[in-house]
Nanobody, 122 residues
């Protein structure tokens, strides 16, 4: 059974950092593209970052380039999203998602976690 479980969300002041984790089971992070998405209240879900280890592809939304970094730990079957210099507009529920075909815009990814809430105070 494929499962993705996010953790690491919380409340942080603007300018601070958080690291989100996405622990996956049922497949290896090497074989699937793992994407991070977020949904703010009243807004559509948007892609934040994506990592496809098999072809070394990474993707970042323009709004997070230079601040967020996606990485993986194959031994732990975990993908991370390091978020630095956080802004109030980064406040959202963050989801990780996986797809064997590659990085696909929401809602195209096949498997989804339940999300973790990130709140950035001003």
């Amino acid at each position: 059974e494929v499962q993705l479980v996010e953790s690491g969300g919380g409340l942080v002041q603007a300018g601070g950092s958080l690291r989100l984790s996405c622990v996956v089971s049922g497949f290896t992070v090497d074989d699937y593209a793992i994407g991070w998405f977020r949904q703010a209240p009243g807004k559509e879900r948007e892609g934040v970052s994506c990592l496809h280890s098999s072809d070394s592809t990474t993707y970042y939304a323009d709004s997070v380039k230079g601040r967020f970094t996606v990485s993986s730990d194959n031994a732990k079957n975990t993908v991370y999203l390091q978020m630095n210099r956080l802004k109030p507009e980064d406040t959202a529920v963050y989801y990780c998602a996986a797809d064997p075909l590659g990085c696909i815009p929401s809602p195209g990814m096949e498997f989804w976690g339940k999300g973790t809430l990130v709140t950035v105070s001003s």
